[in-house]
């Protein structure tokens, strides 16, 4: 019922930036937020940030505080995350979800995922 596309991810080196995109399509205003999770080869699906539907509340992960800035435009139906100085430690595949319960950090709580984008930071 519920579609996610996420676009936008590359190769950039440590300090670019990137802007990533989420573009929903279906019954999304039963959704009460939109997160964006990533994984690493090897390693668990981890939360980097979500933004509310109403009140435009936005949550982030200790390690990407000051650097991701989370954003939306719900005319588009489309999330957005701004990356910037990026590290070589957030390389990852990462993934836009619907959630239809909090807390939204917990993937448990999300109903629908994108395929992902892959986001390679050179050193």
């Known amino acids: 019922q519920v579609q996610l596309v996420e676009s936008g991810g590359g190769l950039v080196q440590a300090g670019g930036s990137l802007r990533l995109s989420c573009a929903a399509s279906?019954?999304?205003?039963?959704?009460?937020?939109m997160g964006w999770f990533r994984q690493a080869p090897g390693k668990e699906r981890e939360f980097v940030a979500a933004i509310t539907w109403s009140g435009s509340n936005t949550y982030y992960a200790d390690s990407v505080k000051g650097r991701f800035t989370i954003s939306r435009d719900n005319a588009k139906n489309t999330v957005y995350l701004q990356m910037n100085s990026l590290k070589p430690e957030d390389t990852a595949v990462y993934y836009c979800?619907?959630?239809?319960?909090?807390?939204?950090?917990?993937?448990?709580?999300?109903?629908?995922w994108g395929q992902g984008t892959q986001v390679t930071v050179s050193s």
């Open positions: 979800a619907a959630e239809s319960d909090y807390p939204v950090w917990d993937p448990t709580k999300y109903d629908y």
């Open positions: 279906g019954r999304t205003f039963s959704s009460y937020a």
